[in-house]
């Protein structure tokens, strides 16, 4: 039988109130809290957190809904988001909602029916109803990676348009025009597609929109996009994917067609997870300050579950172009 508040005072000859006050950080004498401590630690007692929140009192508990765990650079964001929350003194639940919007509605449902202290939205959000619901609650919410201009919330991104810029000027630059783009279906992602487009424009370069193109973000997407890309009459000589795993079905549509990398086909990428890293050859990348990012999407729903801050802040970190051995001179 699991120990009791009632347990607890007994074993250390104090009052009720005195368990609860410790229990809540209030102010109580050295010797009280001691025993205290000390009787929760040897009944191994650990008070619950639903029980808190039905008297009003704060979880220490965050909700957190992220797209895909599959995906490394999302599974990287829910490793810093935990480590940050744990370093705050909060817990974090994880819910990867395959970018359904459903999925979204019901996770936060079930999450809110925890009584979490409030919530960060990872990535693409699908279910922009969900977020008005909360905030219309005054629950704390943070976007992360993503900002929505339908919704006043906290919001860490990085500047994808300056992310896409940097790929296709770099490019550029090695002489190729015939530059494609293989993206996903999000907001990130047309802004990584702006930024492209803006650098080519830039340089007096047509804008051929039969090399942009969207998919599922998968491996197999991603290669059967660069095969298709490649089985053209006028094939591209470089791809920028806009993120890790698409850029690696890029490399292995090429590999296929026994097509050299960078020789034959450039391929840079976004995110710099540890795909890029072991690449072979390593990945150009632009690079998102994801640990950062994290932090500061951590501590400013902290704050404001803190009631420390209500002014809404969207903050936009610079991403950092990586050149590596994936990208070279056209040779066409």
Do not use: W
């Not at 368990?19 to 102010?27: A, E, I, L, P, R």
């Not at 992360?144 to 339908?150: D, G, K, Q």
């Not at 998919?215 to 290669?223: A, H, I, L, V």
């Not at 006028?234 to 296929?256: E, Q, V, Y």
């Amino acid at each position: 039988m699991k120990p009791t508040i009632y347990d607890v005072a007994e074993k250390a000859g104090v009052s009720i109130a005195t368990v609860s006050y410790v229990m809540n950080n209030q102010k109580v004498g050295k010797k009280s809290r001691e025993k205290v401590l000390k009787a929760m630690e040897e009944l191994n007692y650990k008070p619950s957190l639903l029980a808190s929140a039905l008297t009003g009192k704060r979880t220490t508990t965050i909700g957190f809904l992220l797209p895909d765990l599959a995906n490394p650079f999302v599974a990287e964001m829910a490793r810093r988001v935990e480590d940050r929350a744990h370093e705050r003194g909060f817990n974090v639940v994880i819910c990867s909602t395959d970018s359904d919007k459903e999925k979204e509605a019901l996770y936060t449902s079930l999450l809110r029916q925890k009584r979490v202290d409030g919530f960060i939205f990872a990535g693409d959000l699908k279910n922009v109803d969900v977020v008005k619901e909360l905030v219309g609650e005054q629950t704390p919410v943070v976007l992360l990676a993503v900002s929505h201009p339908a919704v006043s919330v906290n919001s860490v991104t990085v500047d994808d348009f300056t992310g896409g810029y940097q790929v296709a000027s770099h490019l550029i630059s090695l002489g190729h025009k015939r530059i494609a783009v293989i993206a996903e279906e999000a907001i990130s992602s047309r802004e990584r597609i702006r930024g492209y487009k803006h650098a080519l424009q830039d340089q007096g370069i047509e804008i051929d929109e039969d090399l942009i193109v969207t998919s599922d973000s998968s491996f197999e997407d991603g290669e059967r996009l660069a095969d298709e890309l490649l089985n053209t009459s006028h094939p591209p000589t470089a791809i920028f994917a806009c993120n890790d795993i698409l850029a690696i079905g890029s490399f292995l549509a090429a590999r296929k067609k026994n097509r050299s990398i960078p020789g034959d086909l450039s391929v840079a990428g976004f995110d710099n997870t540890l795909l890029s890293k072991s690449s072979d050859p390593p990945l150009t990348i632009v690079e998102q300050p994801i640990q950062d990012m994290c932090s500061q999407a951590v501590d400013l729903l902290i704050e404001e579950i803190e009631g420390k801050s209500t002014r809404k802040q969207r903050i936009v970190l610079l991403p950092d172009l990586i050149i590596r051995q994936s990208t070279g001179p056209c040779r066409f």
